[in-house]
């Protein structure tokens, strides 16, 4: 027992400089971090202002009640599934497919400029994106409705009016931000691959399809599946910014642009309804703490390297 | 049937290739491209026509207004590189300070404090504990600080710092510098972090685009002139477009040389965007180089 303590004492002194090294990083995580784990309680609180965090009176689950009595919740939830689901699907085919192709491509320079270029939009914030959004679909004077749909006959698309567009303008604008920079990813790992495995192929007599079918996808393979279900264990968040600011947070695009993120923003700051925030807010954090968790179990199977711990 | 010599694709199938990745180029560049033409037309003209990728009548008008608001759009300019600076080389050393000791194989509590970090990734309490905390504990609200600090350590980049030292850095060379005597601290800085600069350099390039790109925390945080970032104030200048939008009858009735015209609203997109453009050449040669060494091992 006096032993135990005494090398706990000796650890605790030998250590002591990389202990306070850790002290700044350690306090601010407990402060930026951890408080507001601990500041989940609101959600099951009748939470006021001057009562703050702890001495608001306890509400139990009323909040929860209210929040998914409303059509909102369902809405707010479907949206962020789909948009997610599309996403992690869109974003493991095309990367991939471009990479492939890009790697068919000898001429060193030109593959330096579409690489390049492509990762452009990944640069921009989404405030830029939304300028670049609205230079297209904006519709008195943009692109779209001056230059291009005129040549089928059609006038006057009311872009940021109809909610029907957006299911399929979001998963292309967040391909075009994204894609490029997956792209790199999975183009970085087919260099990694042996040349002579695709010599040995083609010498037997396999064309490209043979080799891709047998070399370059059975070895993306890993790498696809993590990135993907690393995605699924973030598919209650969403990018705050693409649901926000590129539909100009019309309101008539609600329906179809409303996650949770957005949800949780405009009934804090916008209704100051911190009862509907906090229970959306506690949602989204439970069931992405199971969905990391599991994921992660998922990743540790795969590759257990690349698992958390 | 001959085979070709360096196992290339067919003529047409490499042709075919090409044409896909010019689409691509074209579509990741063309809106931008949109966006600098319209900048540079007459205002009439675009009001009358729509935007086009090359001005019919060139003009300068738009950033002549933009002039009148120099010093705004400097302030701004100052505020976003005050974050972006500060915020990059905290981090920078708040991640090193974090990734150094769960590098070290004798720390007797590097398992304790990998945890410690491991549970933030896995949950966090979402946005109104964080947002109740910075504005009714901190008092942070139109404050710098309030850009800076919720970024400042991001437990992904201390897993890639210390899978780097883990594997660059031999044991043996902390353990010689530690028997003559030199504290961790100047074990870390002048002995380990010169051998990591690799790291430094993709984390840091990763930070500072994130401080430059943020408008999220301004957003929730900033209410005042004096403290709006270069982001923050081209969405303020879009918000102007929104409430035209949504309001159809009040644009018709407000004196339109009194809005924000639409060739100056492009033109603040040009201006925000022109340090990323500057910087991109610079930028993606790097960035590229990281990821290839970051995120694939890491």
């Given at each position: 027992?006096?032993?135990?303590?005494?090398?706990?004492?000796?650890?605790?002194?030998?250590?002591?400089?990389?202990?306070?090294?850790?002290?700044?990083?350690?306090?601010?995580?407990?402060?930026?971090?951890?408080?507001?784990?601990?500041?989940?309680?609101?959600?099951?609180?009748?939470?006021?202002?001057?009562?703050?965090?702890?001495?608001?009176?306890?509400?139990?689950?009323?909040?929860?009640?209210?929040?998914?009595?409303?059509?909102?919740?369902?809405?707010?939830?479907?949206?962020?599934?789909?948009?997610?689901?599309?996403?992690?699907?869109?974003?493991?085919?095309?990367?991939?497919?471009?990479?492939?192709?890009?790697?068919?491509?000898?001429?060193?320079?030109?593959?330096?400029?579409?690489?390049?270029?492509?990762?452009?939009?990944?640069?921009?914030?989404?405030?830029?994106?939304?300028?670049?959004?609205?230079?297209?679909?904006?519709?008195?004077?943009?692109?779209?409705?001056?230059?291009?749909?005129?040549?089928?006959?059609?006038?006057?698309?009311?872009?940021?009016?109809?909610?029907?567009?957006?299911?399929?303008?979001?998963?292309?604008?967040?391909?075009?931000?994204?894609?490029?920079?997956?792209?790199?990813?999975?183009?970085?790992?087919?260099?990694?691959?042996?040349?002579?495995?695709?010599?040995?192929?083609?010498?037997?007599?396999?064309?490209?399809?043979v080799q891709m079918r047998y070399i370059s996808i059975p070895f993306l393979q890993p790498?696809?599946?993590?990135?993907?279900?690393?995605?699924?264990?973030?598919?209650?968040?969403?990018?705050?910014?693409?649901?926000?600011?590129?539909?100009?947070?019309?309101?008539?695009?609600?329906?179809?642009?409303?996650?949770?993120?957005?949800?949780?923003?405009?009934?804090?700051?916008?209704?100051?309804?911190?009862?509907?925030?906090?229970?959306?807010?506690?949602?989204?954090?439970?069931?992405?703490?199971?969905?990391?968790?599991?994921?992660?179990?998922?990743?540790?199977?795969?590759?257990?390297?690349?698992?958390?711990? | 049937?001959?085979?070709?010599?360096?196992?290339?694709?067919?003529?047409?199938?490499?042709?075919?290739?090409?044409?896909?990745?010019?689409?691509?180029?074209?579509?990741?560049?063309?809106?931008?491209?949109?966006?600098?033409?319209?900048?540079?037309?007459?205002?009439?003209?675009?009001?009358?026509?729509?935007?086009?990728?090359?001005?019919?009548?060139?003009?300068?008008?738009?950033?002549?207004?933009?002039?009148?608001?120099?010093?705004?759009?400097?302030?701004?300019?100052?505020?976003?590189?005050?974050?972006?600076?500060?915020?990059?080389?905290?981090?920078?050393?708040?991640?090193?300070?974090?990734?150094?000791?769960?590098?070290?194989?004798?720390?007797?509590?590097?398992?304790?404090?990998?945890?410690?970090?491991?549970?933030?990734?896995?949950?966090?309490?979402?946005?109104?504990?964080?947002?109740?905390?910075?504005?009714?504990?901190?008092?942070?609200?139109?404050?710098?600080?309030?850009?800076?600090?919720?970024?400042?350590?991001?437990?992904?980049?201390?897993?890639?710092?210390?899978?780097?030292?883990?594997?660059?850095?031999?044991?043996?060379?902390?353990?010689?510098?530690?028997?003559?005597?030199?504290?961790?601290?100047?074990?870390?800085?002048?002995?380990?972090?010169?051998?990591?600069?690799?790291?430094?350099?993709?984390?840091?390039?990763?930070?500072?685009?994130?401080?430059?790109?943020?408008?999220?925390?301004?957003?929730?945080?900033?209410?005042?002139?004096?403290?709006?970032?270069?982001?923050?104030?081209?969405?303020?200048?879009?918000?102007?477009?929104?409430?035209?939008?949504?309001?159809?009858?009040?644009?018709?009735?407000?004196?339109?040389?009194?809005?924000?015209?639409?060739?100056?609203?492009?033109?603040?997109?040009?201006?925000?965007?022109?340090?990323?453009?500057?910087?991109?050449?610079?930028?993606?040669?790097?960035?590229?180089?990281?990821?290839?060494?970051?995120?694939?091992?890491?």
């Amino acid at each position: 027992m006096a032993g135990k303590k005494r090398s706990f004492f000796r650890n605790l002194i030998s250590s002591r400089e990389l202990l306070l090294m850790l002290a700044i990083p350690v306090v601010y995580t407990l402060v930026n971090s951890y408080f507001p784990m601990v500041g989940v309680i609101i959600a099951f609180k009748d939470y006021n202002f001057t009562q703050g965090m702890f001495r608001s009176p306890w509400s139990g689950f009323k909040n929860f009640h209210y929040l998914f009595a409303m059509q909102d919740a369902w809405i707010i939830t479907r949206n962020t599934l789909g948009y997610n689901l599309l996403f992690i699907a869109l974003n493991a085919i095309v990367p991939v497919t471009l990479a492939l192709l890009l790697n068919e491509i000898r001429g060193r320079m030109l593959k330096k400029i579409y690489q390049t270029s492509m990762l452009f939009p990944y640069f921009l914030s989404m405030v830029m994106v939304s300028y670049l959004v609205y230079a297209l679909l904006s519709p008195d004077t943009g692109v779209i409705n001056k230059e291009v749909l005129p040549l089928f006959g059609i006038h006057g698309v009311r872009w940021y009016n109809e909610p029907k567009y957006w299911p399929f303008l979001l998963p292309i604008i967040n391909t075009w931000k994204n894609a490029g920079y997956t792209t790199v990813i999975y183009l970085a790992a087919l260099a990694g691959i042996n040349p002579e495995y695709y010599e040995a192929i083609a010498s037997d007599g396999g064309g490209k399809w043979v080799q891709m079918r047998y070399i370059s996808i059975p070895f993306l393979q890993p790498l696809i599946i993590i990135l993907s279900v690393l995605a699924v264990g973030r598919i209650f968040n969403s990018d705050f910014g693409l649901f926000y600011q590129v539909p100009l947070q019309s309101g008539s695009l609600f329906p179809v642009t409303n996650v949770i993120d957005t949800y949780v923003y405009r009934a804090l700051t916008q209704t100051n309804d911190i009862a509907m925030a906090s229970a959306a807010g506690f949602y989204q954090s439970a069931v992405g703490f199971v969905l990391v968790l599991a994921t992660n179990l998922v990743i540790r199977r795969i590759n257990p390297e690349r698992a958390l711990l | 049937m001959k085979r070709r010599a360096l196992n290339t694709v067919s003529p047409g199938a490499g042709a075919a290739i090409h044409v896909v990745f010019i689409l691509c180029t074209l579509a990741c560049v063309i809106p931008f491209l949109i966006v600098v033409g319209v900048s540079f037309t007459d205002e009439r003209i675009v009001m009358r026509v729509g935007y086009r990728l090359i001005p019919r009548v060139f003009s300068l008008q738009a950033y002549k207004f933009l002039a009148l608001d120099i010093q705004q759009i400097g302030r701004s300019y100052l505020i976003s590189i005050i974050v972006t600076g500060v915020g990059t080389v905290v981090s920078l050393i708040m991640t090193a300070l974090y990734a150094y000791p769960l590098f070290r194989k004798d720390f007797p509590y590097r398992r304790f404090f990998a945890v410690f970090l491991f549970i933030t990734m896995v949950f966090n309490g979402g946005l109104v504990p964080f947002y109740i905390l910075y504005t009714q504990y901190l008092h942070l609200k139109n404050s710098l600080i309030a850009l800076i600090l919720p970024y400042l350590l991001n437990p992904f980049y201390v897993i890639v710092m210390r899978t780097f030292l883990t594997g660059s850095i031999p044991d043996s060379l902390v353990e010689s510098a530690k028997l003559d005597g030199a504290r961790e601290i100047t074990v870390l800085f002048r002995i380990v972090a010169p051998l990591a600069l690799p790291a430094f350099a993709t984390i840091g390039l990763f930070t500072t685009l994130m401080y430059w790109n943020d408008w999220f925390m301004s957003l929730l945080f900033i209410s005042n002139r004096q403290n709006v970032s270069i982001q923050y104030y081209m969405l303020k200048t879009m918000q102007n477009i929104q409430f035209m939008l949504q309001n159809p009858s009040v644009a018709f009735k407000v004196n339109r040389s009194a809005m924000p015209s639409e060739t100056v609203r492009m033109a603040m997109a040009v201006v925000g965007i022109g340090p990323i453009v500057v910087a991109y050449p610079f930028f993606q040669k790097y960035f590229i180089q990281g990821l290839t060494v970051g995120a694939i091992k890491g």
